[in-house]
C-alpha cells in the first residue's frame, strides 16, 4: 500500500484549539505560489510511477484554495503516478465550499470529502473560533450529495466549552440524519500555546472534567454503533465497506510519502522504518523546492524494538489490531516472543493470532503503551 498526504496549511481564520501547523489571513497571491510550489515538488517525490492508493488533501483548509487548485494537482499525479482506483480524499469547512468548487472537484476524480463540522450547536461553533454555522453545515453536506460525492465523512467532536451530554447527542443524531458513510468522533485536546488553552487556564473557559467527557464519548459511541457506525479505529466510525483506506494505510504501518509544508512520510522496509517530514518553515520549503531540491527538513530511522514500537502504536489504535502472523514477517520474531509481558497483561488479547486491546485496554491505551515500553 502507497499514500499521499498533501499539506494545505491555510485556513480563513484559526480555530482557538489548532496547534496544526497552519496560517489565517493569506491572500490568494499567496495561495497560488504555494499551488505551484506544490506543482513542482510532486515532481521531485519518490516512487514515481507507482501506483497509489490513497491520495488525502488535508489542512488546514483545502476548500479554501481557489476550485482549479485540487484539478491541477491532480493532473499533476496521473501524470507522475498511477492513481486509477485510489481513495481521493479532500478536507472542507463547511464556510468555504460551494456547489461549483464541489463539482469541480468531484469531476477531477475527488471521490472522498471530508466535512470539518465538529458539532451542530451553533454556540459551541463560535466557542471554538469555527468560522461556519450548523446551517452551513448541513448545506455543505447537501451540495456535496447533489455534486455526486457518494462517500463523506463528517468530523464530530466532544468535550467542547459549553457542550452537555443532551447537547452532545443532538449534533450526533443530526449528523446521523443526514446519512454520512463515515464519523470520526473524537475529543477536544487542550493544546499548549493555543488561544483555548489560555481561557482554560486563566478561568475564562471551563471545560468538562475528564470524566464526564469520556461518559460522552462512551454514550457517543454506543449511539454510533447501534445506528449502523462500525467502530473499526479509537475515534472512526463507518458504514459496511466505508472505512477510510488512507487512514488504515496509517494505522497498518503501509508506506505514505508526502508533499507540502510540514508534511509526514514514513517508509517501511523489513523490520525497520525511515520516517521524515518537510520543513514546517516556508521561505526554507520556498527556496529548497524553487532549486528542484526536496524539502525534507529530518529523518530519522528505526529499527529493531524501536521499530516494533512504532509498528504497534498506530496498529493498536484499530479495534482489530494487528496479526501477529504479519508482525513476525515484518520483525522476525512473534509479538508474545518480542513482549512477553503482554501474555500476561489483562489490557492485551492475543487470541486468534491477532494482537489487540481489550475493552478496557482500548480506554487505557496510554497505559498499555507504556507497559510495553518496559521491554523496549
Not at 93 to 103: A, E, I, Y
Not at 112 to 129: A, K, N, P, Y
Not at 168 to 187: D, G, I, N, Q, T
Not at 304 to 321: C, D, E, H, P, Q
Amino acid at each position: 500500500m502507497l499514500g499521499l498526504y498533501v499539506h494545505i496549511p491555510f485556513c480563513k481564520q484559526k480555530c482557538r484549539y489548532c496547534d496544526f501547523l497552519s496560517f489565517g489571513g493569506k491572500s490568494e497571491r499567496d495561495m497560488a505560489e504555494y499551488v505551484s510550489l506544490l506543482l513542482t515538488e510532486l515532481d521531485l517525490l519518490p516512487k514515481q510511477g507507482e501506483r497509489l492508493n490513497s491520495v488525502f488533501f488535508g489542512g488546514g483548509t483545502p476548500s479554501l484554495l481557489p476550485a482549479n487548485a485540487l484539478p491541477d494537482l491532480l493532473e499533476k499525479l496521473n501524470a507522475n503516478y498511477d492513481v486509477s482506483g485510489a481513495e481521493i480524499t479532500a478536507e472542507a469547512n463547511p464556510g468555504t465550499v460551494d456547489g461549483d468548487k464541489l463539482f469541480a472537484w468531484r469531476k477531477a476524480g475527488v471521490n472522498r470529502l471530508s466535512l470539518g463540522v465538529q458539532s451542530f450547536e451553533d454556540s459551541e461553533l463560535e466557542s471554538i473560533g469555527r468560522i461556519h454555522n450548523a446551517k452551513q453545515a448541513e448545506e455543505a453536506f447537501r451540495l456535496a450529495r447533489k455534486a455526486g460525492f457518494s462517500n463523506i465523512n463528517l468530523d464530530m467532536m466532544y468535550g467542547l466549552p459549553g457542550q452537555t451530554k443532551q447537547s452532545c447527542m443532538r449534533s450526533l443524531k443530526k449528523a446521523v440524519s443526514l446519512c454520512p458513510e463515515h464519523l470520526s468522533f473524537y475529543s477536544l485536546i487542550l493544546e499548549e500555546g493555543t488561544p483555548l488553552y489560555s481561557d482554560v487556564e486563566t478561568g475564562k473557559t471551563v471545560l468538562m472534567s475528564e470524566d464526564e467527557a469520556a461518559d460522552i464519548g462512551d454514550m457517543g459511541a454506543a449511539f454510533l454503533e447501534k445506528n449502523g457506525f462500525e467502530r473499526y479505529e479509537v475515534s472512526n466510525y463507518a458504514k459496511k465497506g466505508m472505512r477510510c483506506a488512507h487512514n488504515l494505510n496509517y494505522w497498518q504501518s503501509g508506506d505514505f510519502i508526502a508533499a507540502g509544508l510540514g508534511a509526514s512520510f514514513a517508509l517501511w522496509s523489513k523490520g525497520e522504518v525511515v520516517l521524515g517530514r518537510n520543513t514546517p518553515d516556508m521561505e526554507e520549503y520556498r527556496r529548497k523546492v524553487a532549486s528542484g531540491e526536496r524539502p525534507v527538513a529530518e529523518t530519522l530511522s528505526e529499527s529493531g524494538r524501536k521499530a516494533m514500537f512504532t509498528y504497534i502504536m498506530m496498529g493498536l489504535r484499530l479495534v482489530s489490531g494487528f496479526s501477529d502472523e504479519t508482525f513476525m514477517e515484518r520483525f522476525g520474531v512473534s509479538f508474545s516472543d518480542a513482549f512477553p509481558k503482554a501474555a500476561v497483561n489483562p489490557l492485551f488479547d492475543l487470541s486468534k493470532g491477532r494482537v489487540r486491546l481489550t475493552k478496557c485496554g482500548f480506554e487505557l491505551m496510554n497505559t498499555a503503551l507504556c507497559d510495553l515500553m518496559t521491554d523496549i
